[in-house]
């Protein structure tokens, strides 16, 4: 019988994320970051057809998140260098949560 794993996509993100921050991405891969979660590697192409679909899935997220706070900033923004400021720190805050990748 087939273990049942909960949240693997989830788990798969996370690890990845917490790898590349350490080792950053070119000594990231599937089979780490499968090892990590104590899944096989074949599992993670269950959810990712690659290391580059795994990264792009999580800076999207990452980048989800980044534009709410722009739209949160933008609505109670007093002015437009009030905005701006927002978009600015919002979009550094994202360059800096993925630096290793840039």
């Known amino acids: ?7 693997v996509r989830e788990q798969l993100l996370s690890e990845a994320k917490k790898q590349i921050a350490e080792y950053g991405y070119s000594k ?4 780490s970051v499968a090892k990590a979660c104590g899944l096989g590697t074949g599992t ?16 999207l997220e990452d980048w989800m998140i980044s534009m709410q706070t722009i739209e949160q ?21 994202y360059k800096e949560k993925h630096k290793k990748l840039f």
């Open 1 to 7: 019988m087939p273990k049942i794993i909960e949240n």
């Open 28 to 31: 990231t891969t599937i089979r």
């Open 44 to 59: 993670v192409y269950n959810y990712f057809p690659s290391k580059d679909m795994l990264v792009a899935s999580f800076m």
């Open 73 to 93: 900033g933008m609505e109670a923004a007093e002015d437009a260098k009030a905005a701006l400021y927002c978009m600015y720190q919002a979009l550094l805050a």
